[in-house]
Every structure is written in C-alpha cells, then in structure tokens.
T-cell receptor, first 110, second 113 residues
C-alpha cells in the first residue's frame, strides 16, 4: 500500500523559520516533490529530491532520507505570502504514478 | 502556448447525470493525470495515463472512466454522478522522467446535487 503523512496545519510568525515534515511508505520510490498551493489556485512546483541530503533554493530547502522514508521542507525568513498549503508527492516507480500527501496548511502571522 | 487547459471550469449536476471533463495539453507530454481535491484531503489520484491509448487506475478510480485516444487529450467521465463526487478536479501533465514536474490545469469545480 501507499501512505504519505503530513501535519494538517502549522502556524508560524513572519520572519521565522518553519519545517514541514513528510513521511512516506510506498511500494516503490523514485523521488519526492514538494508543491505549494495557494487557496483557489493550482499547485506550483517547489522542489524535487531523489538522493539523500539537502537541496537549497533561496529561502526554501528540502531534505530527504530514503532509509527513513522521510522528507522535510524548510522555509526561512517567512513572509505573509508564504501562507499556503504545502504538498509532498512521491513518485512510485510504477512508471509515472505520482501520489500526494494530504497537504499542510501553513498560516504565517504578523 | 496555452499549457494545460481544462473545460469546463464550473459545473453543477444532478445525481445520476453524466458528464465528461476535458483536459488538453499542447506541450507534447506523455504523462497525464486526473486528481480530485477535497477539503483537508490533498490531491487524490483518480486515473493516469503514460501515453496515447493507455490508462491506469489511481487511488480513487471508482465511479470514473477515462480515455486517452489522442496524446494531447485526457478525458474524465462520470457515468452516473453522485454527491460524493462533488470536488475540485485538477488535470496535470508532465514529460517522462521521474524528476519532471507536473503542469496543472486551473481546475474544475464540480457540484453534484
């Protein structure tokens, strides 16, 4: 079976750092994505990890540990516009199948 | 380029009615997907296709059928709509390759009364 878990909601303060966790148990694994989704909009791509370690892109970083079935998204210097839902998604290695977690709703407060 | 286009954007159905959602992409992508999104549920995969003429079941395929007769189009059909199918539906496409990101349509808000 497949299971991808994320916290449902998180709250953080403008200017702070927040870490959003994602754990997965899937029949196959061929990489993990993070997407951002603002209310009423389609998701947009943030990052992709397939090897263990940290990938940094400006204020956003993503980490992967394949042995632990674990990833996190790190957002630094939070801004009000970062209030959104953050979705992790796993490539099942069954040729193209891409499964999402339930998403984490992040609220950034002044 | 238009990218991924979904039609219609909004639709209200009565229980038992049928309808087809159309997804069209002009990027020559092999992979296409239909997801539904309900509050607090993230995106759930309904069906997907890895190429023209192929389809495969996702996590929640019951009550839906799909067809990929042309590479650029991926149709999602509801034969007999139920209130449980009230949702926002997203179509997406991407090239082959595990590191390729999804390109999403703007979504279809479907209400079944």
């Amino acid at each position: 079976g497949q299971n991808i878990d994320q916290p449902t909601e998180m709250t953080a303060t403008e200017g702070a750092i927040v870490q959003i966790n994602c754990t997965y148990q899937t029949s196959g694994f061929n990489g993990l994505f993070w997407y951002q989704q603002h209310a009423g909009e389609a998701p947009t791509f943030l990052s992709y990890n397939v090897l263990d370690g940290l990938e940094e892109k400006g204020r956003f970083s993503s980490f992967l540990s394949r042995s632990k079935g674990y990833s996190y998204l790190l957002l630094k210097e939070l801004q009000m516009k970062d209030s959104a839902s953050y979705l992790c998604a796993v490539n099942d290695n069954q040729g193209g199948k891409l499964i999402f977690g339930q998403g984490t709703e992040l609220s950034v407060k002044p | 380029n238009a990218g991924v286009t979904q039609t219609p954007k909004f639709r209200v159905l009565k229980t038992g009615q049928s309808m087809t959602l159309l997804c069209a992409q002009d990027m020559n992508h092999e992979y296409m997907y239909w997801y539904r999104q309900d509050p607090g549920m993230g995106l759930r995969l309904i069906h997907y296709s890895v190429g023209e003429g192929t389809t495969a079941k996702g996590e929640v395929p019951d009550g839906y059928n799909v067809s990929r007769l042309k590479k650029q189009n991926f149709l999602l059909g509801l034969e007999s709509a139920a209130p449980s199918q009230t949702s926002v539906y997203f179509c997406a496409s991407r090239p082959t390759g595990p590191n390729e990101k999804l390109f999403f349509g703007s979504g279809t808000q479907l209400s079944v009364l």
